[in-house]
């Protein structure tokens, strides 16, 4: 079991950043890699980025390249999705999930726990 719990939402203006942190426990959270994904309203849940791991590999939806940044603390069990010249379009809801076989994966239906999302608004 693995139990995850994202913090750092929030209201923010166009152009600013935030940093979402997702805190794990239960199993070691060193032997499996760890993804985030967003879900707006009426839209289907996609892919955000996801790191192996060991943190040696990360993957980027082509949305998002170059202005979000994950990374994670091993020694804190924490996974961070940096978030920089924030769009009116990134506004969602953002979750991280645990992916126990994977090196990591664009795909919702590999990863095996999730958390219960915070929310992110990007006004205009």
């Known amino acids: 079991q693995v139990q995850l719990v994202e913090s750092g939402g929030g209201l923010v203006q166009a152009g600013g950043s935030l940093r979402l942190s997702c805190a794990a426990s239960?199993?070691?959270?060193?032997?499996?890699?760890m993804g985030w994904f967003r879900q707006a309203p009426g839209k289907e849940r996609e892919f955000v980025a996801a790191?192996?791991?060991?943190?040696?590999?990360?993957y980027y939806a082509d949305s998002v390249k170059g202005r979000f940044t994950i990374s994670r603390d091993n020694a804190k069990n924490t996974v961070y999705l940096q978030m920089n010249s924030l769009k009116p379009e990134d506004t969602a809801v953002y979750y991280c999930a645990a992916d126990l076989v994977s090196s990591g994966s664009w795909y919702g239906d590999e990863y095996d726990y999730w958390g219960q999302g915070t929310q992110v608004t990007v006004s205009s």
């Open positions: 239960g199993r070691t959270f060193s032997s499996y890699a």
């Open positions: 790191i192996s791991w060991s943190g040696g590999s990360t």
